[in-house]
């Protein structure tokens, strides 16, 4: 048992034949995934729960989630020109993880030190702080996990990482709403944050133990520095175009509804953070079910299909929570959407790796990001708009009919990019 644990560690038998130190990092990030995702889940979970506890309205919420994607998107495109300039990426990893960190371990201790309307105004700048970290480290971490992990085995590795980081993120998630339950509203929530701080700790000291890798491409890319640069040649890459594309209006889509699922749970269907628990460990549960099967289908089918077949169902997902009267109604949803998210993130995240020039990962990792977040940022502005209007009823229907439209564009451009390919006319 303990061998085959050890293997899964490294994604399985293919990195057998690998030399030690590449199986060594293999190992490492696979612990920094499983202690990250500790961290993150309650994040993801509570954290905008927690602003709502200390007095925030629906408005902020929705303006929150918007200024959070406005400051990924005003920070990516420096970072990834920072790690082209500098290098050091293990570095400036740690750096914004250190960063995100203390943000999570301030927010805990916040209502300790003020009171009033100024708590949530600050309770605001620190996860704005904390995002600052988040996306100060994405591109030299993009860079330099594609050179940690061998191209041949990413499909099955990163489903064992996956899949570690979904029993942590299970795990800590049920945890963390029954000490939210059962402490007390704001100190549970406190005491939560505090956990994600020790695990966010534990996951730089993994992380910060990886033997950087050299950059695997050999030849020197010419780079000219600054913004209009690095826009500039994207119209040298039109297979990078067409996935940054339709990965806007997919990620406008998500954000329409995205910050206020919780919240109707809470606010509206009366869940205790126990049930919100569950609900997230339903998702978690089925995605880590279909883990294993999903890195072979990546390897086998290519992650463009996969990604192409997932994003044409997920739809349904926020269709399904206009109907929801009672709270234990969505578990059965965020099953089927656990399996189909676990889908699309692995492929989509795949996917992109195949088409970022192999040269230039930190800077295009980073334009992607920049997109996303842009798009993010505008349609958690959009819904907060919809769902003071109209209710949440409104949001998550309009969430499902732009969530249609950005997967039939995906679909279109891949279909004809593979014709293209197959006639020989596209080309790099």
Same mark, same amino acid.
């Given at each position: ?57 629906? @408005?902020? /919420?929705?303006? $929150?989630?918007? %200024?959070?994607?406005? &400051?990924?998107? =005003?920070? !990516?495109?420096?970072?990834? *020109? ?14 914004? @993880?250190? /960063?995100?960190? $203390?943000?999570? %371990?301030?927010?805990? &201790?916040?209502? =300790?030190? !003020?009171?009033?309307?100024? *708590? ?16 100060? /480290? ?36 049920? /945890? ?253």
């Amino acid at each position: 048992m303990s061998r085959s644990i050890s293997r899964q560690m490294i994604g399985g038998d293919w990195a057998l034949s690998h030399p030690k130190e590449v199986r060594k990092n293999l190992r490492r990030f696979w612990f920094d995934g499983f202690f990250s995702s500790a961290c993150d889940n309650i994040l993801i979970t509570y954290l905008s729960l927690y602003i709502l506890a200390l007095g925030a309205t629906n @408005a902020q /919420i929705g303006l $929150l989630s918007s %200024l959070s994607s406005l &400051v990924a998107a =005003l920070t !990516l495109l420096p970072a990834a *020109l920072l790690v082209e300039k500098i290098g050091q990426r293990k570095r400036i990893v740690v750096a914004g @993880a250190s /960063i995100n960190r $203390l943000a999570v %371990l301030f927010l805990a &201790v916040l209502p =300790l030190i !003020l009171g009033g309307k100024s *708590l949530v105004f600050i309770g605001i700048v620190f996860v704005l702080v904390r995002d600052f970290g988040s996306n100060l /480290i994405y591109p030299a971490w993009v860079s330099m996990t594609a050179d940690i992990v061998p191209l041949e085995g990413r499909g099955r590795y990163f489903a064992s990482r996956n899949f570690a980081m979904g029993v942590a993120g299970m795990a800590v998630t049920l /945890i963390a709403g029954e000490l939210i339950t059962r402490s007390g509203l704001l100190l549970g929530y406190q005491l939560a944050l505090g956990a994600a701080f020790f695990f966010g700790a534990v996951n730089i000291l993994f992380f910060s133990r990886i033997s950087e890798p050299l950059p695997s491409s050999t030849t020197q890319v010419p780079r000219s520095m600054g913004f209009q640069a690095a826009f500039g040649d994207l119209r040298k890459e039109p297979a990078f175009l067409v996935v940054a594309g339709t990965a806007a209006l997919w990620n406008f889509s998500l954000n329409i509804a995205g910050p206020f699922f919780n919240i109707h749970m809470v606010q509206n269907l009366d869940a205790s953070a126990t049930m919100v628990a569950l609900t997230t460990i339903a998702s978690i549960i089925a995605g880590l079910l279909a883990q294993r099967k999903l890195g072979y289908l990546v390897d086998r089918w290519g992650a463009s299909r996969l990604q192409m077949i997932s994003g044409l169902i997920i739809p349904i997902l926020p269709l399904s929570w206009a109907f929801v009267t009672e709270p234990w109604q969505i578990i059965p949803i965020n099953l089927v959407g656990g399996a189909l998210w676990g889908a699309y993130n692995l492929a989509s995240f795949n996917y992109l790796l195949t088409v970022i020039p192999e040269g230039y990962r930190e800077r295009y990792s980073a334009i992607y990001q920049v997109v996303v977040m842009i798009s993010l940022s505008i349609g958690a502005a959009s819904g907060g708009i919809i769902v003071t209007r109209w209710g949440f009823f409104a949001v998550f229907i309009a969430s499902a009919c732009v969530r249609i439209l950005a997967a039939f564009l995906f679909w279109y451009f891949i279909n004809r990019r593979t014709k293209e390919l197959q006639l020989g006319h596209y080309s790099r």
